[in-house]
């Protein structure tokens, strides 16, 4: 078990000083206006404005300061004083090639976007062009081309209402093609949690964070990517619960934490511990583990029956409520802890004590992110946390259940009105009645599909709404190649990012308001909504003054597009919705009532109101009725074999960045500073490698496919991690992902274990 002294990267806990520090340096650096300091004020409250950044909830009883280090740092981004005007691009030095060249810090710190912008290939640069304009050439090129070769992306920011009307604008258009950044990311729950509980999103509400007597994490990192979650861990410490991670690297968050919202622990730096012990697994070794886990409590319960005592499984849960029980029994037993320490990287003893503490524990919650989700067998990930959850009833009880940690703001939102590319999970029928056109009934394309058929030449324009796709993906060099060939591409965006870099035959970059602003239409300043990880809806109101009049709302521009594409009908009334966004919520109530039951009227109802979820009352929406217990197929996720030389990468996020936005250099909460141009590997690994520390290396994947894939001039920097895992940035390290590396049900790219080798240079 890991002890956080042995880092030899020094760092302080997470919150206190060093988070108001990390704040106050956006701050410096973009100087957002004074009154953008009163904006973090509204955030997360009733009437206000919902976090930007993560899509961590709200609560009801909120504080004064409602907001964490990295959404102060999100919004404080996006309140720039910077512009990027039509100016810009007069500079002799910002030719789009040139800017290729430049670091992804640099390119959104050029500011907001303030005019439509079309990329002239004469001059190679962009150019302002008027809305309508822009609107008119986009459509004229949609309409020329054939229906199955234009992708609608989604980057999970966007609203429930612009979201909406843009997968109504690509069914009207004639294809589902509607991937979105989950794709990337929570796929492998939508896909493996729908498999297992029924259930596409997480199964616990506020309440259960209050109530529970244990956290176990896996492969999820608050302390940098929903850092408002410290403060329930935070409390539940205080009243005696446990923490257990599991996790390849030491992540501060889940070490130790000082409460920035409390002067007391800010004055006296009073420390709350998180993790009560923290495991160190292999990056793929999580299915093993917790089969480890699983084995302890069907020994104690063996031991507890022999005994006469109370039982620990929950045996009239599994009963009532589940099905496969015999099956992984069975495989528990038969699975011996050598093969488990093997495939996990951690001793028998370690697990048993994890195990002790899972028994001892009336109520558990199951966190879990990326680690699990961006893995070859990452939905079989998913499915043995959900086995030990079943094991003692600690799924639908209050207090426990399982507990995905959603990306974007919106990201669950925008799959809830639509965005999909599964026809199964819209209600077309619906879609007919309310709209009068038969919506297309072929599956669409996910991201993976989308990116492999871009490169086969099948896809000639790409719709963006919000996002950095070409950045985001894996196979980047490829991308980059690929996507510049289209016919047509269009993105809706705050701020310049490397996919404007590779523009296709016509490019199109269309300004949006961001949340905060003030979105005034022709009845008024227009409310947003969006739903957060716990399935809570919330709106948002923008007060302030939008970076230029010659901005957009993304709903504005969804509409824009549509009605320059879509052959006009009486019931498709873009300048209706556009006037008034009630009335496309009053339309997405319509479309799924259980859901939106009373919309406009609940929306501002403190911490959000609730959508619902079967799991959590017990009700399984598989084809058995049941809960599904899983008996593994793998010890690991990776999907491919140890070999010599051969190490697992981890591509990761620092502290100072949201996805491919890099606010700066500086990962404090790893100890890591001033470079993202870096390898982790632990000692004993760059010893046997005959490697030394601060050396340049490269990475090259370790793939046979016919591409070369390699990332130079990386420092080696010795770090704590288990022998045969090392780490590295994404996006910096997406050059070396193959498209092909995902997981098998979800096809989520499997970003957190690719085979690679390491050389010098
Ligand atoms: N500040 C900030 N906030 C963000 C984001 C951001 O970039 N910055 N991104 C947003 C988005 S879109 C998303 S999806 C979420 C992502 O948030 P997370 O789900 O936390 O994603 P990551 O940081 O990529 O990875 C999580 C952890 O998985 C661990 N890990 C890697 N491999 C394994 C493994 O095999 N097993 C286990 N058990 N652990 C492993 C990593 O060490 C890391 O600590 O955060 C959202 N919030
Ligand atoms: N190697 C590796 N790759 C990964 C991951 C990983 O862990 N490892 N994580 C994956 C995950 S989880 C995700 S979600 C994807 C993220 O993929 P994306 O969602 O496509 O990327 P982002 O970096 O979030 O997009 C940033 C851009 O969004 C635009 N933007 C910001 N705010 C707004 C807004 O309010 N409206 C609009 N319209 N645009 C806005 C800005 O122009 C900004 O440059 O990346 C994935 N890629
Ligand atoms: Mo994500």
């Known amino acids: 078990m890991a002890d956080e002294t042995d880092l030899p990267h020094a760092s302080g806990p997470s919150g206190g000083w060093g988070s108001m520090k990390g704040m106050s340096r956006i701050y410096g650096e973009s100087w957002p206006s004074l009154t953008a300091i009163k904006s973090l004020g509204r955030q997360n409250k009733p009437k206000g404005v919902m976090c930007v950044s993560c899509a961590w909830p709200k609560p009801a009883n909120f504080s004064p300061f409602e907001f964490c280090e990295n959404g102060a740092k999100a919004t404080l981004w996006e309140l720039t004083s910077a512009r990027c005007t039509p100016n810009f691009w007069t500079d002799e030095a910002h030719s789009v090639s040139a800017l290729r060249d430049w670091k992804d810090h640099d390119l959104e710190s050029t500011g907001r976007l303030t005019h439509p912008l079309r990329y002239n290939a004469a001059t190679d640069r ?30 999970g920011h966007a609203g429930l209402e612009a979201s909406y009307l843009y997968s109504l604008l690509a069914r009207a258009y004639g294809n589902n093609n509607l991937p979105q950044s989950s794709n990337m990311c929570h796929e492998t729950t939508s896909v493996g949690l729908t498999k297992v509980i029924g259930s596409p999103v997480g199964t616990i509400v506020w309440d259960d964070l209050l109530e529970t007597d244990a956290f176990f994490f896996f492969g999820q990192n608050p302390g940098s990517n929903s850092p408002r979650f410290l403060h329930p861990l935070k409390d539940l410490k205080d009243r005696g619960g446990k923490i257990v991670t599991f996790n390849p690297v030491i992540e501060q968050g889940l070490v130790s934490f000082v409460d920035p919202q409390s002067p007391f622990a800010m004055l ?75 495939e996990s990287g951690l001793t028998e003893a370690a697990l048993r004590e994890a195990g002790e503490v899972y028994i001892a524990a009336e109520k558990v919650i199951g966190v879990y992110g990326m680690g699990l989700t961006q893995h070859t067998h990452g939905a079989l990930n998913i499915a043995m946390l959900v086995n030990l959850l079943l094991l003692r009833g600690n799924i639908g009880k209050p207090g426990a259940g399982c ?67 070409v950045r985001a993906v894996p196979d980047q060099k490829r991308m980059e190649k690929a996507w510049a060939t289209q016919d047509l591409t269009v993105m809706v965006s705050t701020k310049l990012n490397r996919s404007h870099l590779f523009p296709a035959k016509q490019a199109y970059i269309l300004p949006c308001l961001g949340r905060f602003e003030a979105d005034e239409q022709a009845t008024g300043n227009q409310a947003v909504t969006t739903e957060d990880s716990f399935s809570m809806i919330s709106a948002s109101i923008g007060e302030r003054s939008p970076v230029s009049d010659t901005v957009k709302s993304e709903l504005a521009i969804v509409t824009g597009i549509a009605k320059a594409t879509v052959a006009p009908q009486p019931e498709l009334k873009w300048d209706e919705w556009t006037a008034d966004y009630s009335l ?13 039951r009373d919309y406009n009227a609940r929306m501002y109802e403190a911490g959000g109101f609730y959508r619902g979820n079967a799991a959590h009352e017990r009700i399984w929406k598989t084809p058995q009725g049941r809960a599904i217990f899983t008996t593994p197929s793998e010890l690991n996720s990776l999907g491919f074999q140890d070999a010599p030389d051969r190490y697992r990468l981890i591509t990761m996020r620092s502290n100072d960045q949201f996805n491919t936005t890099i606010y700066g250099y500086s990962d404090r909460l790893r100890g890591l500073e001033g470079s993202r141009d870096i390898v982790l590997m632990c000692p004993e690994d760059i010893a046997e490698a005959g490697l030394t520390e601060g050396q340049r290396v490269q990475l090259v994947t370790d793939i046979e496919d016919g591409h070369d894939r390699r990332l130079r001039g990386l420092t080696l920097t010795a770090y704590k991690l288990p022998r045969g895992t090392i780490a590295g940035y994404y996006p ?5 992902v193959p498209i092909s590396h995902h997981d098998e049900l979800s096809k989520t790219p499997a970003y957190k274990s690719v085979p690679v080798r390491v050389e010098a240079g």
Not at 127 to 143: D, K, N, P, S, Y
Not at 584 to 596: A, G, H, N, Q, S
Not at 732 to 736: A, D, F, S
């Open 584 to 596: 496309v919520r009053d339309l997405i109530e319509k479309t799924y009532p259980d859901d939106f």
């Open 732 to 736: 910096e390290c997406n050059v070396l």
């Open 126 to 155: 962009y150019e302002a062009v008027g809305w309508e304009e822009a609107f008119l050439a986009i459509g004229a090129t949609l309409q020329s081309l054939p229906k199955e070769s234009v992708v609608f992306y989604a980057s």
């Open 403 to 469: 507990c995905p940690v959603r990306g974007h703001s919106n990201v669950q939102g925008q799959r809830t009105v639509g965005i999909a590319e599964k026809t199964k999970l819209v209600p077309l029928t619906k879609l007919k009645e309310l709209f009068g056109f038969n919506p297309p009934i072929k599956d669409g394309m996910n991201i993976v599909e989308a990116v492999e058929a871009l490169f086969d030449g099948k896809v000639k324009a790409f719709i963006s709404l919000g996002g950095n796709l």
């Open 268 to 342: 006296t730096g009073k420390e709350t511990k998180i993790s009560d012990q923290y495991h160190q697994l292999k990056a793929g070794g999580d299915i093993a583990a917790i089969l480890g886990l699983c084995k302890c409590v069907i020994e104690a319960d063996d031991a507890a029956t022999a005994a006469g005592k109370a039982q620990v499984i929950d045996h009239a849960f599994v009963k009532q409520h589940t099905t496969g029980f015999d099956d992984f029994i069975q495989c528990c037993r038969t699975t011996n802890w050598s093969e488990i320490e093997q």
